[in-house]
């Protein structure tokens, strides 16, 4: 649904809301909901690039061990207020910045051949061409 909302706001100063909206079968009030909650959505994804920040390092600390039950766990040590939940859609949402697959220190060199979107050769006397 965001997807037409955000149309909807790029083309306003081209065309009416009310016609976009109709166009796009999206009630007026649902694109007027969404637009007031822009702002919170974009303090909501500062605060996520913040925690994702702590989250890396916490993830580094533990060398690459800690999943999102013990990352959570340190970052309420250290008095962070903040769900497991969170903790682990960050992770997912971030996984270059804070471990997993391709995770930090991860040069493509270290991955498997199939990772980085290649297949080891087939048999010997086996042409795939």
């Keep these: 649904m965001r997807s037409r909302f955000q149309f909807i706001d ?5 065309y009416e809301v009310k016609r976009l909206c109709q166009v ?3 009630n007026r009030s649902s694109y007027y909901t969404w637009l007031a909650g822009a702002e ?3 303090t909501r994804q ?5 925690l994702a ?3 890396r390092e916490v993830h580094g600390e ?3 061990a800690y999943g999102s039950p013990q990352v959570t766990a340190e970052l309420r040590e250290k008095g962070r207020r903040v769900n497991e939940e969170r903790v682990a859609r960050i992770m997912r949402t971030f996984p270059k910045n804070v471990g997993g697959p391709g995770g930090p220190g991860v040069a493509d060199a270290e991955l498997p051949l199939m990772a980085q979107g290649e297949w080891p050769p087939g048999p010997p006397g086996r042409s795939d061409h």
């Design 10 to 14: 790029d083309h306003r100063d081209t």
């Design 24 to 26: 796009l079968d999206v």
């Design 40 to 42: 919170a959505r974009a």
């Design 46 to 50: 500062r605060e996520d690039r913040v």
């Design 53 to 55: 920040e702590e989250i």
């Design 62 to 64: 533990s060398g690459g």
